[in-house]
T-cell receptor, first 113, second 111 residues
Framework: SAVISQKPSRDICQRGTSLTIQCQVD?????MFWYRQQPGQSLTLIAT?????????ESGFVIDKFPISRPNLTFSTLTVSNMSPEDSSIYLC??????????FGPGTRLTVT | RKEVEQDPGPFNVPEGATVAFNCTYS??????FFWYRQDCRKEPKLLMS???SGNEDGRFTAQLNRASQYISLLIRDSKLSDSATYLC????????????FGKGTHLIIQP
């Protein structure tokens, strides 16, 4: 398995601002992902964070809104840009351990006012 | 049609009972299947992978039926600590892809 930490654990932000969430894995992993869990909903994949190249975004998510960095095999960031109240959600990163199982960080609870 | 469908419950079950959930998935090309458990205000935690031959881990048994595109989870001798939301999860091409989550089945074990 992999141990994953995220910072911040929670934040309250004003609309129009941006927040960068950090994800740190305790070992080198090939794949890292970012998900969103809106209130009362299940998780939705935002993008795959690719090391050394641009992230791969799912339908409905774009780089201008959710820029992602992955500078090495243990770290990634997700920025939520120009926030609106609709962006209030829990943002989770995950890492692929081995060849099939993903493990999740504790999440970042974002509230946009 | 939703990609992964689950009965949201809640399932209210007395301690010690056996409980089973199913989920169905729409993408017949899916390759990897999992059950995750999510406690309130926590991240999902991997409970078990699901293999074509079925697999068992202690009190938990998972089965996959590719022909009918459904996955099941059986919990025997349920404990109070089993109370959680159980998420059925599918990966289209294997573990290196993002995961598609069902909305989860809420289980409440009653003393």
């Amino acid at each position: 398995s992999a141990v994953i930490s995220q910072k911040p654990s929670r934040d309250i932000c004003q609309r129009g601002t941006s927040l960068t969430i950090q994800c740190q894995v305790d070992s080198q992993v090939t794949m890292m992902f970012w998900y969103r869990q809106q209130p009362g909903q299940s998780l939705t994949l935002i993008a795959t964070a690719n090391q050394g190249s641009e992230a791969t975004y799912e339908s409905g998510f774009v780089i201008d809104k959710f820029p992602i960095s992955r500078p090495n095999l243990t770290f990634s960031t997700l920025t939520v840009s120009n926030m609106s109240p609709e962006d209030s959600s829990i943002y989770l990163c995950s890492a692929l351990a081995g060849d099939r199982e993903q493990y999740f960080g504790p999440g970042t609870r974002l509230t946009v006012t | 049609r939703k990609e992964v469908e689950q009965d949201p419950g809640p399932f209210n079950v007395p301690e010690g009972a056996t409980v089973a959930f199913n989920c169905t998935y729409s993408n017949s090309a899916s390759q990897s299947f999992f059950w995750y458990r999510q406690d309130c205000r926590k991240e999902p935690k991997l409970l078990m992978s699901v293999y074509s031959s079925g697999n068992e881990d202690g009190r938990f048994t998972a089965q996959l039926n590719r022909a009918s595109q459904y996955i099941s989870l059986l919990i025997r001798d349920s404990k109070l600590s089993d109370s959680a939301t159980y998420l059925c999860v599918v990966s289209p091409m294997g573990g290196a892809d993002g995961l598609t989550f069902g909305k989860g089945t809420h289980l409440i074990i009653q003393p």
